[in-house]
C-alpha cells in the first residue's frame, strides 16, 4: 500500500500519538478511502482501517518514560492543564531522543571510503550546477583533483588563474577545482564523471568525448529535461551516445537551485540508479553536513519527476504573470502534480517517487521560488512577452521549454490525458495565448479528483 503519513516508517510518532491528543480528541477514523492514480482505469479503491487508538502501545510508552499510568476518563477532569503540558513535553522530549539516538549510531557505522579512495572527478558542462557540484565535491576533500570540462576558453582562463567563473561572481571556486578544454585530459583516469550539460545538447557532445570515456566510468546525471524529438532521458542518451549500454548510472536530482548550493544552504536530493552499490557510492560521495542524500532504485520515476516538473514550473510562472492569484496557483500545481503522475506511473514509476524529493520536493521548489529560470520564463510568457524575445535575453537554459513538445507525445504515446501540461507546450508553439489556455483549461469537464 502506498505510505500513508500516519502509517510512514517511524512508528514512534504513531505509538506517541495518543499522549498529543486528550483521549477525547481522537478520531476514531474506521475507514479511509483513497482512491488509485490512473485516470484511464476504474478506480481501486485502497482501505485503510484505523479504529481505536493503540492502548498497549500507549501504556508501553508510558512505562518506559517512567510516568505514572494513564488516567481514566473520571480521572482525567481532575488533572491540571499545567500537569497535561508537563507529560506531553515528556513524551516529546522521548521521542526527539530517539531520533537523536538512532541518527548518531546510523552515522557512526557510516562509511566513508569513496571519498578516501576517489582521486579524481570530472564534470562535463561549466555552467551554474556543472560549477556547484564541482565546488561541491571540491570542498570535501582537498587533495581530490576536480576537473571540469568547459567550452568557453575564458572561462576556462578564469577559473584557473582567479577560482572564478562567471555565474557565481562573489564565490571563490576551492583550488582543486581546474578547468579545462581540452576532453582527453579531463576524461583520463576519472574515477567519477558529473554530467551537467544541457539535455538537448547532450547526445552531440557525448558522441564528440566517448573515445575518451573509460567503459566503466560512473556518469552522475545532473541534466533534467527530455530530448525532444527521441523522448530520451538522461538514462538513454548517456548509453546510446556513448555506444555502451552498460556504462553505470545514477541520476542525481531533487529541489536544488546552484546558488544555494554554492552557499551551504541545507540542501536534500536523491540519487538513482539500478546498481545499488553504485547509489551507496554517490552517496558517500557527495553528502555533507549540508547536503543530504537518499538513495532510490526508482530511475524512470526520478527522471520524468525532474524533467516535468520544468514544464510545470512554466505553467506556475504564466499564473504569476497573468496575476490569476493563489487559488488559481494552488489548483493548477496540484493538478499538474496529477498529470505527473498520471504518465509517470504508466512509464513505470512507482507513486511514491513522484510524491518525494524529485516529485513533489522539486515542483514545490520550481514553481513556487523566482530563482527558477522555467518558473522565470513563464511570468515573462504570462505577462505577454514572446518566446523569441525571452530567449534572446537569456543566458541560462530553461529545459522546461524543450522538454514541453518531449511530453505531448509520450502523452499521447502512454495514452495519459494532462491538460495543464499540453497547454504549457501549445503556448511555447505560440500555437495558444496563456489567456485562451486559461479560459480552455477552465471549461474542461469537472471530473472525479482522482
Ligand atoms: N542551475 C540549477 O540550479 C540546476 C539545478 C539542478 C539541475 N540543473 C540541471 O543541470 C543542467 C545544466 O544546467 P545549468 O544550470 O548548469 O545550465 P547553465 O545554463 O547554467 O549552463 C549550461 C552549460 O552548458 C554548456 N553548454 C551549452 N551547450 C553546450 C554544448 N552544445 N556542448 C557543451 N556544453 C554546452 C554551457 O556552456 C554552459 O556551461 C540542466 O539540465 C538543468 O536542468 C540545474
Ligand atoms: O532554475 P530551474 O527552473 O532550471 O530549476 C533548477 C533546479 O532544477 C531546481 O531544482
Redesign the pocket.
Known amino acids: 500500500m502506498a505510505a500513508s503519513p500516519l502509517l510512514g516508517p517511524s512508528s514512534a510518532f504513531i505509538t506517541s500519538a495518543p499522549l498529543f491528543f486528550p483521549a477525547a480528541h481522537i478520531p476514531k477514523i474506521s475507514s479511509i478511502t483513497f482512491h488509485h492514480h490512473q485516470r484511464s482505469e476504474k478506480p481501486s479503491p485502497l482501505h485503510l482501517h484505523i479504529t481505536a487508538p493503540n492502548i498497549d502501545s500507549y501504556r508501553r510508552l508510558r512505562a518506559a518514560s517512567a510516568d505514572p499510568p494513564p488516567p481514566d476518563a473520571a480521572e482525567t477532569s481532575t488533572i491540571g492543564a499545567a500537569d497535561r503540558s508537563k507529560d506531553r513535553r515528556k513524551v516529546v522530549k522521548l521521542a526527539w531522543d530517539k531520533l537523536v539516538r538512532w541518527s548518531r549510531s546510523w552515522r557512526s557505522k557510516a562509511r566513508t571510503d569513496v571519498l578516501s579512495t576517489t582521486k579524481k572527478v570530472v564534470v562535463l558542462?561549466?555552467?551554474?550546477?556543472?560549477t556547484a557540484m564541482a565546488a561541491h565535491v571540491a570542498e570535501k576533500k582537498a587533495q581530490l583533483e576536480v576537473h571540469m570540462l568547459?567550452?568557453?576558453r575564458q572561462v576556462c582562463q578564469s577559473i584557473n588563474d582567479r577560482h572564478l567563473n562567471l555565474?557565481f561572481p562573489e564565490h571563490k571556486l576551492p583550488e582543486n577545482v581546474i578547468a579545462t578544454t581540452d576532453a582527453k585530459a579531463a576524461l583520463c583516469g576519472a574515477d567519477y564523471c558529473f554530467h551537467?550539460?544541457?539535455?538537448q545538447?547532450s547526445t552531440?557532445?557525448l558522441e564528440g568525448v566517448a573515445a575518451y570515456v573509460d567503459p566503466g566510468l560512473p556518469f552522475i546525471s545532473?541534466?533534467?529535461?527530455l530530448e525532444l524529438n527521441t523522448l530520451r532521458m538522461m538514462s538513454q542518451i548517456i548509453p546510446q551516445a556513448l555506444k555502451n549500454p552498460r556504462q553505470p548510472f545514477v541520476a542525481l536530482s531533487g529541489p536544488?537551485?546552484?546558488s544555494e548550493l554554492m552557499n551551504k544552504l541545507p540542501t536534500a536530493l536523491v540519487v538513482a540508479s539500478k546498481d545499488k552499490k553504485l547509489t551507496n557510492a554517490a552517496q558517500q560521495l557527495l553528502s555533507s553536513n549540508h547536503l543530504r542524500i537518499s538513495t532510490c532504485s526508482d530511475v524512470t520515476g526520478v527522471e520524468i519527476a525532474g524533467a516535468l516538473k520544468n514544464v510545470l514550473a512554466i505553467a506556475a510562472g504564466i499564473v504569476v504573470g497573468m496575476d490569476l492569484g493563489n487559488n488559481c496557483m494552488a489548483a493548477l500545481v496540484a493538478q499538474g502534480c496529477s498529470e505527473i503522475r498520471w504518465l509517470a506511473t504508466k512509464m513505470g514509476a512507482k507513486p511514491t517517487t513522484i510524491t518525494g524529493l524529485s516529485g513533489t520536493g522539486d515542483i514545490m521548489l520550481t514553481c513556487f521560488v523566482d530563482l527558477s529560470r522555467n518558473r522565470t520564463v513563464g511570468i515573462r510568457l504570462g505577462s505577454g512577452e514572446k518566446l523569441d524575445d525571452i530567449l534572446g535575453s537569456m543566458n541560462?537554459?530553461a529545459?522546461g521549454i524543450s522538454t514541453a513538445g518531449a511530453v505531448i507525445a509520450l502523452a499521447q504515446k502512454y495514452k495519459v490525458k494532462m491538460p495543464v501540461l499540453t497547454a504549457v507546450a501549445r503556448i511555447i508553439d505560440n500555437e495558444l495565448t496563456p489567456r485562451a489556455a486559461v479560459l480552455e483549461l477552465m471549461s474542461l469537464p469537472q471530473v472525479e479528483d482522482v
Open positions: 558542462g561549466g555552467g551554474s550546477f556543472g568547459v567550452r568557453d555565474y551537467a550539460v544541457p539535455v545538447f552531440s557532445f545532473l541534466s533534467k529535461g536544488s537551485f546552484a541560462q537554459v529545459e
